[in-house]
């Protein structure tokens, strides 16, 4: 079997996106997926793309916070 592997082909990495960058994207699927039909295509690949969005947002909030689980922000409620 011959490696058709070739080092000099392959794309450069790019750099991990930033929260802001994360944060653009999520915004712009929410909106994808508020304006599509309920059930469609669309709003499936929305919905998909909204909550994969939110677990990288969230690993980078783990990371920055030293590996520590992240408290989500209180919505004005009280934490019993």
Do not use: K, Y
Request: charged letters at 25%.
């Amino acid at each position: 079997m011959v490696d058709t592997r070739n080092s000099s082909t392959t794309a450069p990495a790019r750099p991990a996106p930033t929260r802001m960058e994360l944060l653009t994207r999520w915004m712009a699927a929410r909106r994808r997926r508020e304006a599509a039909q309920l059930g469609s295509e669309e709003f499936r690949q929305a919905v998909i793309e909204v909550g994969e969005l939110e677990v990288m947002m969230n690993a980078l909030d783990v990371a920055a916070s030293g590996g520590q689980p992240v408290e989500p922000a209180d919505a004005g409620g009280t934490h019993s």
